[in-house]
């Protein structure tokens, strides 16, 4: 009675397959074993083709337009922030001017105009105070 029951199940009605064989019926369906392998590949091949041509025509733009990337980071240096009509200078090879809402402050420094008001901005550090 003892050679009845399977060695890895613990009944007779049902017995276990070893996940091994199920695993491996599952990857390789019957008669095309070699179609996941192949499918991986094609997709690699693909998806690597993708990214290397947007990596060339990124790094030919950049490369070819290098007049105008370093003319609105040297912009944003000077205005921190630059607008529509600054960016259509650039494009057109022209010098950007200021935005139009910047001017220069009594301090020295430059900066947009504010609207908000001549109220002047509370002190920081200190002590908190409790609400």
């Known amino acids: 009675m003892a050679t009845e029951i399977p060695v890895d199940s613990g009944t007779r009605d049902h017995p276990t397959v070893p996940a091994r064989k199920v695993a491996r019926k599952r990857l390789q369906p019957s008669g095309l074993p070699w179609i996941l392998p192949a499918l ?4 690699g091949i693909v998806y690597y083709g ?13 490369t070819t337009n290098s007049d105008k990337l370093h003319a609105m980071a040297k912009a944003l240096l000077l205005y921190e922030t ?11 090879g022209r010098e950007p001017g200021p935005p139009k809402d910047w001017q220069k402050s009594n ?19 200190g002590t ?3 609400h």
């Open 82 to 92: 630059i607008d529509s009509e600054q960016i259509g200078a650039i494009m057109e």
């Open 40 to 43: 991986v590949l094609v997709v």
């Open 107 to 125: 301090e020295g420094g430059a900066g947009p105009t504010s609207s908000a008001g001549s109220k002047p901005a509370p002190p920081i550090g």
């Open 50 to 62: 993708i990214i290397d041509t947007a990596y060339h025509r990124a790094h030919d733009l950049l």
């Open 128 to 130: 908190a105070t409790q």
